[in-house]
């Protein structure tokens, strides 16, 4: 079976540019998540979405990061524009609806310059 | 305060040791408990769930005590390969059950 597919696996951007990363869950998984794990740092959730609907976002600093699922598949988050304390692994997870447990991705290491 | 507390560690252990981490949640409506592994550099990946009159899994166990709001895992007979951080992770139905994790509790097995 096929895991959670993200890319890209590493970016290096300067402050105030901009980013977008992709996220495609396991077939046939409702419930999509991203978070943000700074070094040290346990995951923490950002945006949890049902199909293509927003469940959870308030953890999403929305001035500056924004997330899609539009088709209720793949997913991508965006943050424009980045700042030095961005820099962090980007996980996608995905879980069956209702399901309890999550499976991860292998992450998007953002460095912010 | 923090949803879950764990002590980060460095925990440097030889081989063949047991040995033993904690961790302390907030929420008291908090209805499902895990524990994940987390290798260098690598995402998280499920180790085991944990129910509420404990339970083992091969080297494993792992407890839960709700009226202290406290789960534990202990890993009997240390192998190199358990060298990794463990992350405690909890969720409630009144979040949505949404995870919240710990910081995570890094262990290093020694030779």
């Known amino acids: 079976e096929a895991g959670v597919a993200q890319s890209p696996r590493y970016k290096i951007i300067e402050k105030r540019q901009s980013v977008a990363f992709w996220c495609n869950p396991i077939?046939?998984?409702?419930?999509l998540y991203w978070y943000q794990q700074i070094l040290g740092q346990g995951p923490k959730l950002l945006i949890q979405f049902q199909n293509n609907g927003v469940v959870d976002d308030s953890q999403l600093p929305k001035d500056r990061f924004s997330a899609e699922r539009l088709k209720g598949v793949d997913s991508t988050l965006k943050i424009q524009p980045a700042k030095l304390e961005d820099s962090a692994v980007y996980l996608c997870?995905?879980?069956?609806?209702?399901?309890?447990?999550?499976?991860f991705g292998p992450g998007t290491r953002l460095t912010v310059l | 305060r923090k949803e879950v507390e764990q002590d980060p560690g460095p925990f440097n252990v030889p081989e063949g040791a047991t040995v033993a981490f904690n961790c302390t949640y907030s929420?008291?409506?908090?209805?499902?408990f895990f524990w994940y592994r987390q290798d260098c550099r690598k995402e998280p990946k499920l180790l085991m769930s944990v129910y509420s009159s404990g339970n083992e899994d091969g080297r494993f166990t792992a407890q839960l005590n709700r009226a202290s709001q406290y789960i534990s895992l202990l890993i009997r007979d240390s192998k190199l390969s358990d060298s990794a951080t463990y992350l405690c992770v909890v969720s409630s139905r009144n979040t949505g059950n949404q995870f919240y994790f710990g910081t995570g509790t890094s262990l290093t097995v020694i030779p």
């Open positions: 929420n008291s409506a908090s209805q499902s």
């Open positions: 997870a995905s879980s069956l609806e209702g399901g309890l447990r999550q499976f």
């Open positions: 077939s046939g998984h409702a419930t």
